[in-house]
C-alpha cells in the first residue's frame, strides 16, 4: 500500500487545530482526520473523538491499541495506529498532537511532517473565552502553556499563523504543500 503521511497539527490550546483540520477535510477530502480516544465526556463538543473513561483508556493502552499516547489539561490522549482502510485513497492523515510527544510521532509515523499554527497571544485568549469548552480557570491554565517551544530535531515542520480568517489559513498550508510536492 502506498505511504500516506501522517501531519500532526500542532500548537497552543485554541489556536484552531481542530478548525484547520475540519476546514482542510472540507476542502480536500483526500485529508482524513485520525480520531483521538480522549478521556473526556462524548458530548463536550469540538473534534469528533471517542470519550472513554479513564478505566477504559488504562486498558487500550495497556492492550498496545494506542501508537501515541500523553497527558494534558487533565486528560488522557490516545492515538490509535491509522488502519489501511483509513489510508485508503488518503492524500494525508491529520492528527492533533501535543507538542509534547512529536519526537516520538516523528519515530513511529512514516512519513512524517508538522504543522505548527500560532496565533498572537490576544487571540488566543480571545477564542478560548469564545468557545467556552473550559471555564475561565482552565482557559488560564491553558494559555499559560501557549508558548511551549517545539522540540529540536524535528525533520519536517510547516509553521503557519491562524490568527487571520481561516480561509487565508488553508490557502497558505495547500500552497504550501504544493510547493514541497513541486
Ligand atoms: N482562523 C480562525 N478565525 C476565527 N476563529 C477561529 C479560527 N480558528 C479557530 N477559530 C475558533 O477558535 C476556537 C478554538 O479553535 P479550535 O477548537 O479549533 O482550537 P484548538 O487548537 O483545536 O484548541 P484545543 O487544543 O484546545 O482543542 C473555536 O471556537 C474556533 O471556532
Ligand atoms: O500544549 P500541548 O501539549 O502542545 O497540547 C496538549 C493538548 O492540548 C490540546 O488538547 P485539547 O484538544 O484542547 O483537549 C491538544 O489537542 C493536545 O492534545
Known amino acids: 500500500m502506498k505511504q500516506v503521511p501522517v501531519i500532526a497539527v500542532v500548537g497552543p490550546s485554541g489556536v484552531g487545530k481542530d478548525s484547520v483540520m475540519a476546514a482542510l477535510a472540507a476542502r480536500d477530502p483526500g485529508f482524513h482526520l485520525i480520531r483521538r480516544v480522549i478521556t473526556r465526556p462524548d458530548q463536550a463538543g469540538g473534534e469528533v473523538f471517542t470519550g472513554v473513561s479513564q478505566q477504559d483508556f ?14 494534558a489539561h487533565g486528560l488522557s490522549y490516545g492515538v490509535p495506529m491509522p488502519s489501511d482502510e483509513e489510508r485508503a485513497g488518503a492524500r494525508a492523515l491529520l492528527v492533533n498532537l501535543s507538542r509534547a510527544v512529536l519526537l516520538q510521532a516523528q519515530g513511529v509515523f512514516h512519513p512524517f511532517a508538522v504543522l505548527s499554527l500560532t496565533a498572537r497571544p490576544e487571540v488566543l485568549a480571545a477564542r478560548l473565552a469564545a468557545r467556552g469548552r473550559e471555564d475561565v480557570a482552565d482557559q488560564a491554565r491553558r494559555l499559560g502553556r501557549a508558548d511551549m517551544a517545539l522540540p529540536a530535531g524535528l525533520r519536517r515542520v510547516i509553521t503557519i499563523d491562524n490568527s487571520g ?8 498550508v495547500l500552497a504550501h504543500l504544493q510547493r514541497e510536492s513541486a
Do not use: I
Not at 488504562?58 to 497527558?71: H, P, Y
Not at 480568517?165 to 497558505?172: H, I, M, N, S
Open 58 to 71: 488504562d486498558a487500550k493502552r495497556a492492550g498496545g491499541v494506542f501508537a501515541l499516547s500523553w497527558q
Open 165 to 172: 480568517p481561516l480561509d487565508d489559513t488553508v490557502e497558505a
